[in-house]
């Protein structure tokens, strides 16, 4: 019984640390959903890598900003830019570490090269302006250093225009990484 009285004091001292600003990097991969992706790049999966930034608006809620950019090159190319903004909400599951919830909006930029029949290639260029993101994460923070190793899930969402209910730019994004937290304010 004093184990767990002990282990819920050690996660309530852990979650009432102040809060402060974290950078991230991360890496994984993306897995666009779009029917015929495959068709022209081979599989419905690529390497992402992106940076990410909180910004507390309490103990454990952030106001949370992320860039990812997707690409593959096959014989036609594809890069993706996608910007999530929203919040993020951090749920002490054990001393160091946090399940987080997340979810707002995304915002898709793609540029494709689709190799045509005579050797040449075509370029379209294409914006997912009305888009939504959410995920889980996971993160274990580091005992006495101000960074934590996190895992990533995100759902994107996000759409050419309102009248299309599937979106031209949906897909998940499965990255690793590390997040660096900036020393907290100094009360005055």
Do not use: C
């Not at 282990?7 to 402060?20: E, H, I, K, M, Y």
């Not at 274990?140 to 990533?152: A, C, Y």
């Amino acid at each position: 019984m004093w184990v767990l009285q002990i282990g819920s004091a050690a996660v309530l001292a852990q979650s009432l640390q102040p809060a402060s600003v974290f950078l991230s990097v991360n890496g994984g991969v993306y897995t666009p959903e779009g029917s015929d992706f495959s068709d022209y790049y081979g599989s419905n999966i690529g390497p992402t890598f992106g940076v990410a930034v909180g910004f507390p608006l309490g103990k454990r809620l952030y106001l949370y900003g992320k860039l990812s950019r997707f690409f593959k090159n096959t014989e036609n190319e594809i890069e993706m830019w996608i910007t999530n903004a929203g919040l993020k909400y951090a749920f002490p599951i054990a001393e160091h570490t946090f399940l987080e919830v997340m979810g707002g909006f995304a915002r898709a930029g793609v540029e494709e090269k689709i190799r045509q029949q005579d050797g040449s290639y075509s370029t379209s260029k294409g914006v997912g302006i009305f888009g939504l993101f959410g995920g889980l994460a996971i993160e274990q923070r580091l005992q006495n250093l101000p960074l934590s190793i996190t895992g990533e899930v995100f759902q994107n969402i996000s759409h050419k225009d309102l009248r299309n209910l599937m979106g031209d730019f949906d897909g998940t994004n499965i990255t690793i990484g590390v997040r660096y937290y900036l020393p907290p304010p100094k009360k005055k």
